[in-house]
């Protein structure tokens, strides 16, 4: 059964295309059959064929002989020759699944193949590539606005009913039963020994300095509230001016001097802290009740999903602003991300051989399960089917071979004659 028109509906433009390349060929390849087996019948009948006539006779014969033969081969890949249950006929509808379990063989061991994708990958220079890519504006804009897009749409599908349980059932019980007094200790001491807490120090001092500047009645007041009702009054604001004065000082002292004495106490008392918190069973224990009571207290659940539906909102408001800081951040890294692909080869070499390695761990690893989708989806063709499909794509080169098979039967028909005559 050859390739129906009915079937051509339900085909997309690229197979349409080969369709009509494949009947292209076809019809030429029957046509040169056919002007051979008429020049054949006129010299046989015609003629006394001898001289030219001789050659033409022969050599139409021969060029029949060909296309004959060529058709039988071709047409006995996909069907049994009009119809006929010849044996050895009909390869591809019997063989189906013989035939994709090759394929997938032939695919992964040759396409598949870690060190040939890798290859590939270098070759094709992915990070110049890209980096030429997002250069212009409007593709960076592309990509965050795609990204932002798909971003926005996972945020909102989390609902606050399952944020809740997560709280509830998952994360709180596991945190409750997690020994979390070694693990806080041990942050801790790696904050205090990269003194990344110094920066809050000085926020800390910095901020106090303002505060007690912009507001001395404050000071004021405690300090007054505190004095005996016997003392005078202007003695109350000699001591409490002094108090204010002092206490600026000592902030002051402590905001501009890293190796002041109560920077290193703190250093000191944060350290043993830590320590205490690693190794102290009194330390451990009550670090564990505090945090378990907190883990436990009535409501935790629902302020963690108020705290969640704040920046759930917050996100998804700054990833549709079209104007957003979050967009023209994005397409700020892009341009920067850009330049440094196209500009910096050692990057570039980098990238592209991280690429390379991923891919070659991915094509190692699941590259024969790839390429069975061949093998499984030969195998749920029907065999006509596979024929078909089969057909579309390369029957259009194979009825070259029928053309090439009726010249090629010519030009030896002609030689055998030639031979004959010699021979004579």
Known sequence: MSLSLNASTAMGEADLIRLRALRKMRVIAVSLLI???????????????????????RGAEAAMIGALADWFAVTALFRHPLGLPIPHTA?????????????????????????????????????R????????????????VRAAGIASVGISKVKDADVE???????????????????????????????????????????????????PDVVERVVAGRAPSWVPQWVNAQVTNRIRQELLGWVSDVRDRPD??????LDELLAKLADDMQHDAGTMARTEAVIN??????????????????????????????????RRRGIEALGDLAERLTAEPEFQQRIDSQLASAAETIATSFGPEL???????????????????IELHVGRDLQFIRINGTVVGALVGLGIHALTLVLG
Do not use: C
């Open 91 to 127: 390869i591809i509808p019997k063989r189906k699944e013989v035939l994709g379990q090759s394929l997938t063989e032939f695919v992964a061991t040759n396409f598949l193949d870690g060190a040939v994708v890798k290859d590939k990958v270098l070759r094709a220079e992915p990070a």
């Open 260 to 265: 002041h004495p109560a920077r290193k106490s």
């Open 293 to 326: 009571r907190a883990l436990t207290r009535p409501g935790l659940a629902d302020t963690v999903t108020a705290l969640w539906r704040s920046i759930q909102r917050a996100l998804i408001e700054a990833l549709d602003d079209e104007e957003g800081v979050l």
């Open 35 to 57: 002007l051979a087996a008429i020049i054949f019948v006129l010299t046989q009948t015609l003629t006394d064929r001898t001289g030219v006539w001789g050659f033409v006779n």
């Open 371 to 389: 390429a069975t989708v061949i093998s499984d989806t030969v195998e749920r063709w029907d065999g006509n089917e596979a024929a078909e499909k």
């Open 165 to 215: 349980s997560l709280v509830e059932q998952v994360m709180l019980p596991k945190l409750a039963e997690a020994e979390k007094s070694p693990l806080l200790g041990h942050f801790l001491a790696g904050v205090v020994e990269d003194g990344s807490h110094h920066g809050l120090v000085d926020l800390v001092a910095t901020e106090s300095y303002a505060w007690l500047t912009r507001n």
């Open 129 to 144: 590539r890209l980096g030429e890519w997002l250069k212009p504006v409007e593709n960076r804009q592309k990509v965050v």
